[in-house]
């Protein structure tokens, strides 16, 4: 089988630094030189389909834009790509969301994925008035997917659950084909409403190790269901033709990185709910900077931050959420990728700074490497067609 790997789009802003923001981090702690217009993200979907990835991610939170809305604009300059959309069961009612989720699948041919974000920050919930506590929250997630799964098989919906109530639900268009539900979590809670809901659980980039353990009781889990789900990863990636070329990026990145900053993110990162952020934190020790700095500064390499061969924490030192990267020569990249999939991942959900030029070092180093050793084909053929008109409006100007 043919892994398969998704894309990135940069919703809170993209640069040639790594931009903050992400899982838990403060709304002021996004930006970046390039604006998320339309026209720039098209920029990045157009290469990552013609690159060969199958889809896109999209994220939520209030330190970027919202999914539905950019991808649902991006996705009409664009062919064959599909979109992850992120979303918050807790913000919409599960009958709109099934009913919007077939309205794009009609509009684009079929293209939404969706990724299930319950929300691990109850701080940032609150904003969007959702008072609910953690566990709450995601009992009430198991709820909102047993009506949207229900109402997707053509059913009548009635339910009236701890959190949620619906009378008579029915949707006049089912989606075609149904979007699959990729979810993640770390907690107890999360494993259960994954195993019994979701079709592929995402799980960020942690060690091979630990990344097998998490597997392995996802798998039990869903097991008990009746149920086998598919496994995928989120990392970012900086490939070079040398792996001494990929090292100075990422110290080129890390010398970037402002020690007040660092402090402030890691002292909001420190307070999340999320088991999953903690876990992140825990890889570079809530946030060795001077040490890692030190290091590139007198010609160095930041071994510090790595983690695993090839594997560089130094992304989680400003941004909240998936804070790992592979870091290597293509060659280095490509077999981590296999140590990963030999596991059990089959979907790679990854990105890069700037995420426009690093699809091109992945699709045109990386990919070719994983085709000539059967692990990967291009999903549409040697290239995308491009019949659709794109256009490349200023990265800065509205649409």
């Given at each position: 089988m043919s892994l398969t790997f998704h894309w990135?789009?940069?919703?809170?802003?993209?640069?040639?630094?790594?931009?903050?923001?992400?899982?838990?981090?403060?709304?002021?702690?996004?930006?970046?030189?390039?604006?998320?217009?339309?026209?720039?993200?098209?920029?990045?979907?157009?290469?990552?389909e013609d690159l060969g990835f199958t889809g896109a991610?999209?994220?939520?939170?209030?330190?970027?834009?919202?999914?539905?809305?950019?991808?649902?604009?991006?996705?009409?300059?664009?062919e064959r790509l599909k979109f992850l959309v992120a979303f918050r069961p807790g913000f919409l009612s599960p009958t709109l969301a099934a009913q919007m989720a077939s309205t794009f699948q009609w509009q684009t041919g079929g293209r939404l994925l969706l990724n299930v974000v319950t929300g691990g920050e109850s701080h940032e919930?609150?904003?969007y008035g959702d008072f609910l506590g953690k566990d709450a929250r995601y009992r009430r997630t198991g709820e909102f997917l047993e009506v949207v799964r229900e109402?997707?098989?053509?059913k009548a919906v009635d339910l009236n659950g701890e959190h949620l109530q619906v009378e008579g639900a029915r949707l006049t268009r089912l989606p075609n084909p149904v979007p699959q539900v990729y979810f993640g979590g770390s907690s107890p809670i999360a494993g259960e409403v994954a195993a019994r809901y979701a079709d592929v659980y995402l799980t960020w980039g942690e060690p091979p190790a630990q990344v097998a353990e998490k597997i392995a009781w996802i798998k039990g889990l869903a097991a008990r269901q009746g149920r086998a789900l598919r496994f995928g990863i989120r990392l970012h990636v900086i490939s070079r033709d040398t792996s001494e070329q990929a090292w100075a990026e990422a110290n080129r990145l890390l010398d970037g990185f402002d020690p007040e900053t660092v402090r402030s993110v890691q002292a909001g990162l420190a307070r999340s709910e999320s088991e999953g952020q903690q876990r992140m934190l825990a890889?570079?020790?809530?946030?060795?900077?001077?040490?890692?700095?030190?290091?590139?500064?007198?010609?160095?390499?930041p071994t510090a931050l790595e983690i695993h061969p090839n594997l560089w924490a130094g992304i989680g030192l400003v941004r909240g959420g998936a804070g790992t990267a592979l870091?290597?020569?293509?060659?280095?990249?490509?077999?981590?990728?296999?140590?990963?999939?030999?596991?059990?991942?089959?979907?790679?959900?990854?990105?890069?700074?700037?995420h426009l030029e690093e699809a091109y070092w992945f699709g045109e180093g990386v990919l070719p490497k994983l085709r000539a050793k059967g692990l990967w084909r291009h999903p549409y053929g040697r290239q995308a067609a491009s019949s659709v008109h794109v256009p490349f409006t200023d990265a800065g100007s509205p649409r």
């Open positions: 990135f789009l940069p919703t809170n802003g993209d640069s040639r630094h790594v931009v903050g923001g992400g899982h838990g981090t403060p709304v002021t702690a996004t930006g970046g030189d390039r604006p998320p217009s339309i026209g720039y993200l098209t920029q990045i979907a157009r290469a990552a991610l999209t994220p939520t939170g209030a330190w970027c834009e919202d999914a539905w809305l950019t991808t649902a604009m991006v996705s009409q300059n664009t919930q609150r904003a109402l997707w098989k053509g890889l570079h020790a809530g946030g060795s900077l001077p040490q890692a700095l030190n290091s590139v500064r007198a010609g160095g390499t870091v290597g020569s293509h060659a280095e990249v490509a077999e981590r990728i296999e140590e990963y999939h030999a596991l059990g991942i089959e979907e790679f959900v990854l990105s890069g700074y700037p």
